[in-house]
């Protein structure tokens, strides 16, 4: 037996209270209520029985009014203390399930430079729908960006539910979209699990359990030639930023989000070309580009991505995502209505000898003139 702290032990893995520890808790409540109920006694008290309380003279008036103010604001100051403490706690509990659901990306996953933030439309909320992971296996780095339908806890429950899967599934899956399969499976038993604690009287096997309640997800696979595999599931395809341009990295429709519609038969991943060394992709969710201005005009994505990059070609991921928020910032005039999570990966491999790169030449250049001489590969279209 490991003693963690003060009245709390760590035996087989599991964290207990040590029951010998007396429990505390309901001391703190009766304090807590202890001084309101001393001054709403004391004021009972002194319009009962003090003869100036019953003095109807304007200097009696005056001294009642005074104690009553004293002690109402004594209520309202306690009052005030007491949910100050309540929000700070909620806010460190919110805190641990965004590391623990959202943890922070490491800033280099197998040669790759990596940045990710998200932004709230919920003033003071830290936590959402959005969901973000990259994950380095023996078959590539493999990457989630998803987005899921609504907000609040639901909201946050299913995109634990999706986060869980994925991390799971990258290592045992050879192939994406056997990634993706889990993916639906773990979306579905989630969303039969809910419906039937929400509605327990529907049976063990509701028929729809939450029919408008969907996720999209976009996968990709990085491997280490730098080859892109991708699989859509209704997310905004990502921006490929290579020298100063930005340009979505594939045009193809994307599947059905995973909820609604079971998946096909066959879904063959999408081959979108190689990212060069000094290239880098930018994840984003729909937040980002249905941003609108007072007057309605949506956000431009790819202007503000190719602003990033004009000046400094290979900018740094946490560079090109301050610069896309500050400008998202200003144009929503600090109030998008959307969430935002945003995910940029930077290529930093070296190139090999055999790709023929010269000596001074710059980043993503080498990816350039092998796709301006190499002839194009066949697209499969999902």
Not at 153 to 166: C, E, N
Request: hydrophobic share 40%.
């Amino acid at each position: 037996m490991i003693r963690i702290k003060a009245g709390v032990t760590r035996r087989a893995g599991r964290i207990r209270t040590d029951p010998r520890t007396p429990d505390r808790r309901p001391l703190r409540r009766a304090f807590a209520l202890a001084l309101p109920t001393i001054w709403g006694a004391l004021a009972v008290t002194y319009k009962l029985t003090c003869p100036l309380a019953q003095q109807g003279g304007l200097g009696a008036r005056v001294a009642t009014s005074t104690f009553f103010l004293a002690v109402g604001t004594g209520l309202v100051l306690r009052a005030h203390r007491i949910l100050l403490r309540e929000l700070r706690q909620i806010r460190r509990v919110a805190g641990v399930a965004q590391s623990v659901l959202l943890r922070p990306l490491p800033p280099r996953i197998d040669g790759l430079s990596v940045a990710a933030a998200q932004l709230s439309a919920d003033r003071g909320a830290t936590i959402g729908g959005d969901l973000y992971e990259a994950v380095a296996t023996e078959h590539g780095v493999r990457i989630v960006m998803g987005d899921v339908r609504g907000h609040g806890l639901a909201a946050i429950g299913t995109a634990a539910a999706v986060l869980g899967s994925f991390r799971e599934a990258v290592h045992d899956e050879a192939g994406l979209d056997g990634v993706l399969r889990r993916l639906e499976r773990a979306l579905a038993r989630h969303l039969r699990e809910r419906a039937r604690a929400e509605h327990p009287s529907a049976g063990p096997e509701p028929d729809h359990p939450v029919a408008e309640e969907f996720v999209t997800v976009l996968l990709l696979e990085i491997h280490r030639d730098g080859e892109v595999r991708a699989l859509n599931c209704g997310h905004p395809w990502p921006y490929l930023l290579s020298g100063t341009s930005a340009e979505p990295l594939a045009r193809t429709d994307p599947l059905p989000p995973l909820g609604p519609f079971p998946l096909p038969p066959e879904v063959p991943p999408e081959r979108c070309g190689h990212l060069s060394p000094g290239e880098a992709l930018v994840l984003h969710t729909d937040g980002a580009e249905d941003a609108r201005d007072a007057r309605g005009r949506f956000f431009s994505l790819s202007g503000a991505l190719s602003e990033a990059v004009r000046e400094r070609p290979a900018a740094v991921p946490q560079v090109v995502l301050g610069s896309v928020f500050t400008a998202l910032l200003h144009h929503t005039r600090g109030a998008p209505t959307d969430d935002v999570a945003l995910l940029v990966l930077r290529n930093d491999r070296q190139r090999k000898d055999t790709s023929g790169t010269r000596h001074g030449e710059t980043p993503g250049s080498a990816g350039r003139a092998r796709a301006a001489t190499t002839p194009p590969q066949p697209t499969t279209h999902l």
